[in-house]
């Protein structure tokens, strides 16, 4: 079925709002002196969550080889669509109330379990990460995310041996999402991983960045990230995880399988059909570079696919 969507990434760079335009509307009323009572509700139950000891002790294990991107930056220019397909949602995303939030981690699992987030919190123990997180739309960002490996999330539900995939969902809530208008999107947004991907040390659950809780445009309460592979893998606002045995297919392979397909590994070689993925955009500097097959993270994780070559391992 060949119906074209447009999508946010597609806007030319002069529809996104200059980012000097842009307030980070949080740090503005924190600075402004503004008590919590005075915030709007999503922002008030942001700040009232940050029950997690943050900043996290930071790990020296994955070093991005590149400069953290201001934090202002990295948090006024986002893709969640729930809220809009522009990159400056991170106004209409305060309105996201992140509790009281549960996630479900169940299917072929033996000890299914709904958590309550901030029980959920003090199960896991909490590390910052320095991670590289480059976008199928050929910008990327270097953040320090505070979370968790998702293996240890999975430990706590016992995955049974015929589990293969792990489909992530994230919230659909009609009421504060303006995006879910816009019905030609198969809502909730979906994606998946492999068990294997998903038991990979660098597979992080995210719950905060720049040490402070995580900004509803980011996808709070709780996001999952895999460095290696294009951003739009990583799920935001998570609130059921699901093992199973049947491939998940996610929201934009759904609407374009040939331009965004289950694996999405970085690859400087495979173009997207419509744009090359060789260089990238380094948000905040504006600095052009050459992208690095697997996003640089080779090391961690191209074992993972030695035997799958014959997959379109790079859409
Ligand atoms: N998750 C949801 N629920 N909705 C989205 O629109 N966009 C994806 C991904 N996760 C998206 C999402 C895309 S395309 C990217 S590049 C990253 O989130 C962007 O993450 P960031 O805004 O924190 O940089």
């Known amino acids: 079925m060949a119906i074209r969507i447009p999508r946010g990434w597609e806007l030319p760079e002069r529809l996104a709002t200059p980012e000097h335009l842009v307030l980070n509307r949080r740090a503005a009323l924190a600075s402004a002196g503004l008590g919590l009572g005075l915030l709007a509700p999503g922002m008030a139950q942001a700040q009232g969550a940050a029950l997690a000891p943050m900043p996290a002790p930071r790990s020296t294990k994955y070093p991005p080889g590149r400069e953290v991107t201001p934090e202002r930056d990295a948090t006024t220019y986002n893709n969640f669509y729930e809220f ?7 106004r209409p995303a305060q309105a996201l109330p992140t509790r009281p939030w549960t996630v479900k981690v169940d299917g072929m699992v033996e000890a299914p379990r709904e958590f309550d987030m901030d029980d959920l919190l003090k199960l896991m123990t909490l590390e910052e990460r320095v991670y590289r ?18 293996s240890q999330l999975l430990a706590q539900v016992k995955p049974l041996s015929g589990a293969k995939y792990v489909r992530f969902e994230s919230a659909a809530l009609r009421g504060v999402m ?35 809780t995580l900004p509803a445009q980011m996808g709070a309460p709780l996001r999952v990230h895999f460095p290696w592979k294009y951003g739009f893998k990583a799920g935001k606002s998570l ?6 045995d049947q491939r998940p297919k996610g929201l934009w392979e759904a609407i374009q399988a040939s331009e965004y397909g289950f694996w999405a590994n970085v690859n400087p070689e495979v173009s997207h059909p419509r744009w090359s993925q060789a260089s990238e955009r380094l948000l905040g500097s504006g600095e052009r570079v050459p992208t690095v097959i697997w996003n640089g993270y080779g090391e961690q994780v191209a074992g993972l696919y030695s035997g799958l070559m014959r997959e379109r391992l790079f859409v």
Request: proline fraction near 6%; hydrophobic fraction near 40%; glycine fraction near 10%.
């Open 84 to 90: 809009g397909t522009d990159k400056g949602i991170h």
């Open 239 to 244: 609130v059921r995880i699901t093992l199973t």
């Open 178 to 212: 303006p995006g879910l208008r816009q019905s030609w999107y198969p809502w909730p947004y979906i994606e998946g991983c492999t068990i294997e991907e998903a038991a990979n040390e660098l597979s992080f659950m995210v719950v905060g960045a720049y040490g402070k």
């Open 133 to 150: 997180h480059r976008c199928v739309e050929a910008w990327s960002m270097v953040v320090p995310w505070t979370g968790f490996q998702l």
